[in-house]
């Protein structure tokens, strides 16, 4: 038996997976070859001051790779590593019936475009396929346990520290915000919002006949103040928030006005809904407002901003409230049974082997030079946008109104929004949200730039679309 003994800071990856990755790298650098025997899980428990079911769950995660082969009464060996017999290619082209398919009205992350980090995310998918089976089948409502370790990991990252039981593998932030409005509140009844808030938020109200009341804004977010007079007035049975890199205003609400929001919410005992869709973007962002009031709030992590909207997968962290919990637990198995098997094993996988953490260095850094491209040819103060944002707030000048400035914007190519969609109470701001991001690359968003920054150096009517 060879004596191996890898170096877990290596690896940046859970224990576990730590111990697959070292096996396969010595593997491939020849420190270990085909057929050497591997230490017992007991006796590598011991040299690495692991637990032993640590040890047996890195092997077992080898075995899945093929990289190893375990016989009873014999014990474990490293096997020789065989591509996979999948045909993927990194110069692969898509199916261009799939690439057509495009919403532009919907706000999206840059695609990924660096040959090395696309590889890495299809070497992921591919690794998947020895699992393939067992990904079709039906399984446990709100994640198998792996999936819950990984997302209680990436959770942790906005010092969110809820226990595995209280954490939900949801398919998408829509199903889980529609599951916990139905359980907190009833026909009638009133849930508060930011006054520019996100669509998705008022469709879903609309569904379930709640009534949305706005709360008025300034440059921090909803005014405490507001929030208090609400909560005497409406009774509200949530407050729902969207605290960095709000859709579609861009703003962060800073430390000491969640702290404020907090104290109201405690002080009227009202559930905050916390979605925190674009909250793993900024490297140091202010708390999130479960890590500040745990037992208020239902938070809702989102991976369509951060790693991939075709994913349709979002962690959801519930209060400490058993009544409750049952209650969206129901909600979310009746409309939804599981979340899809396959691709939350790939968010797993990813989230384990840092290929998520790669993904948000990629988008941290395509969207600051986006936004410098903006910044460029719009003059400042003109716009709302924050450095990582993925699309900016753009009042309209000289005359402009929302509607014709949509319709005057649709053969660019940018995804521009108008402020209707956005606005829960009064009437809607001469505004638009306009996206930056999606397949587009940033020659093209240039052009379109500059194209909708000549528009609106001249009045509408010398725009010459309505002719």
């Given at each position: 038996?060879?004596?191996?003994?890898?170096?877990?800071?290596?690896?940046?990856?859970?224990?576990?997976?730590?111990?697959?990755?070292?096996?396969?790298?010595?593997?491939?650098?020849?420190?270990?070859?085909?057929?050497?025997?591997?230490?017992?899980?007991?006796?590598?428990?011991?040299?690495?001051?692991?637990?032993?079911?640590?040890?047996?769950?890195?092997?077992?995660?080898?075995?899945?790779?093929?990289?190893?082969?375990?016989?009873?009464?014999?014990?474990?060996?490293?096997?020789?590593?065989?591509?996979?017999?999948?045909?993927?290619?990194?110069?692969?082209?898509?199916?261009?019936?799939?690439?057509?398919?495009?919403?532009?009205?919907?706000?999206?992350?840059?695609?990924?475009?660096?040959?090395?980090?696309?590889?890495?995310?299809?070497?992921?998918l591919a690794a998947l396929s020895s699992d393939l089976l067992p990904l079709l089948r039906y399984q446990g409502f709100g994640g198998a346990a792996m999936d819950k370790e990984a997302a209680a990991t990436w959770?942790?990252?906005?010092?969110?520290?809820?226990?595995?039981?209280?954490?939900?593998?949801?398919?998408?932030?829509?199903?889980?915000?529609?599951?916990?409005?139905?359980?907190?509140?009833?026909?009638?009844?009133?849930?508060?919002?930011?006054?520019?808030?996100?669509?998705?938020?008022?469709?879903?109200?609309?569904?379930?006949?709640?009534?949305?009341?706005?709360?008025?804004?300034?440059?921090?977010?909803?005014?405490?103040?507001?929030?208090?007079?609400?909560?005497?007035?409406?009774?509200?049975?949530?407050?729902?928030?969207?605290?960095?890199?709000?859709?579609?205003?861009?703003?962060?609400?800073?430390?000491?006005?969640?702290?404020?929001?907090?104290?109201?919410?405690?002080?009227?005992?009202?559930?905050?809904?916390?979605?925190?869709?674009?909250?793993?973007?900024?490297?140091?962002?202010?708390?999130?407002?479960?890590?500040?009031?745990?037992?208020?709030?239902?938070?809702?992590?989102?991976?369509?901003k951060c790693i991939g909207a075709g994913l349709r997968l979002a962690y959801v962290a519930a209060p400490d409230d058993s009544r409750a919990l049952w209650s969206f637990a129901g909600a979310m198995r009746s409309?939804?049974?599981?979340?899809?098997?396959?691709?939350?094993?790939?968010?797993?996988?990813?989230?384990?082997?840092?290929?998520?953490?790669?993904?948000?260095?990629?988008?941290?850094?395509?969207?600051?030079?986006?936004?410098?491209?903006?910044?460029?040819?719009?003059?400042?103060?003109?716009?709302?946008?924050?450095?990582?944002?993925?699309?900016?707030?753009?009042?309209?000048?000289?005359?402009?109104?929302?509607?014709?400035?949509?319709?005057?914007?649709?053969?660019?190519?940018?995804?521009?929004?108008?402020?209707?969609?956005?606005?829960?109470?009064?009437?809607?701001?001469?505004?638009?949200?306009?996206?930056?991001?999606?397949?587009m690359a940033r020659g093209q968003l240039q052009s379109a730039l500059e194209f909708m920054a000549h528009a609106l150096e001249r009045p509408p009517e010398m725009a010459g679309s309505f002719f």
């Amino acid at each position: 038996m060879k004596t191996w003994h890898p170096d877990l800071g290596r690896s940046s990856s859970p224990l576990y997976m730590a111990i697959a990755d070292l096996i396969e790298l010595d593997l491939k650098s020849g420190q270990l070859s085909a057929g050497d025997k591997l230490p017992t899980h007991r006796d590598l428990a011991r040299r690495l001051a692991i637990d032993v079911t640590t040890v047996a769950r890195g092997y077992v995660e080898a075995q899945k790779r093929g990289l190893v082969q375990s016989h009873v009464g014999r014990g474990t060996f490293v096997a020789r590593i065989e591509s996979p017999q999948v045909n993927i290619s990194i110069a692969a082209d898509p199916d261009s019936r799939r690439a057509a398919v495009l919403d532009l009205s919907m706000n999206m992350p840059p695609e990924p475009d660096d040959p090395a980090l696309v590889a890495r995310m299809r070497d992921g998918l591919a690794a998947l396929s020895s699992d393939l089976l067992p990904l079709l089948r039906y399984q446990g409502f709100g994640g198998a346990a792996m999936d819950k370790e990984a997302a209680a990991t990436w959770l942790a990252r906005r010092d969110v520290n809820a226990p595995t039981e209280r954490i939900f593998v949801t398919p998408g932030a829509h199903p889980a915000l529609l599951a916990i409005l139905a359980t907190l509140a009833k026909p009638g009844e009133t849930v508060l919002s930011e006054n520019i808030t996100y669509p998705g938020l008022r469709s879903i109200s609309a569904q379930l006949r709640l009534r949305l009341c706005g709360l008025p804004m300034d440059a921090d977010g909803i005014q405490p103040d507001a929030f208090a007079e609400a909560c005497e007035r409406e009774q509200p049975k949530a407050l729902y928030l969207n605290p960095t890199l709000q859709n579609p205003l861009t703003l962060t609400m800073p430390e000491a006005r969640r702290q404020a929001i907090v104290e109201i919410a405690r002080r009227y005992r009202v559930p905050i809904i916390e979605d925190d869709a674009y909250g793993f973007l900024p490297a140091q962002g202010p708390a999130a407002l479960a890590s500040l009031a745990p037992e208020l709030t239902w938070y809702i992590g989102g991976l369509s901003k951060c790693i991939g909207a075709g994913l349709r997968l979002a962690y959801v962290a519930a209060p400490d409230d058993s009544r409750a919990l049952w209650s969206f637990a129901g909600a979310m198995r009746s409309g939804n049974v599981m979340a899809s098997p396959l691709t939350t094993a790939l968010a797993t996988r990813w989230i384990g082997d840092g290929t998520a953490d790669a993904i948000l260095a990629f988008l941290r850094a395509e969207a600051a030079a986006r936004q410098g491209i903006v910044a460029r040819l719009l003059p400042a103060g003109s716009y709302g946008a924050d450095a990582i944002s993925f699309n900016i707030w753009l009042p309209l000048p000289h005359g402009w109104t929302r509607s014709i400035f949509s319709t005057h914007m649709r053969s660019c190519g940018l995804g521009v929004v108008a402020s209707d969609a956005f606005t829960v109470d009064g009437v809607p701001p001469e505004a638009v949200r306009v996206c930056l991001g999606g397949p587009m690359a940033r020659g093209q968003l240039q052009s379109a730039l500059e194209f909708m920054a000549h528009a609106l150096e001249r009045p509408p009517e010398m725009a010459g679309s309505f002719f």
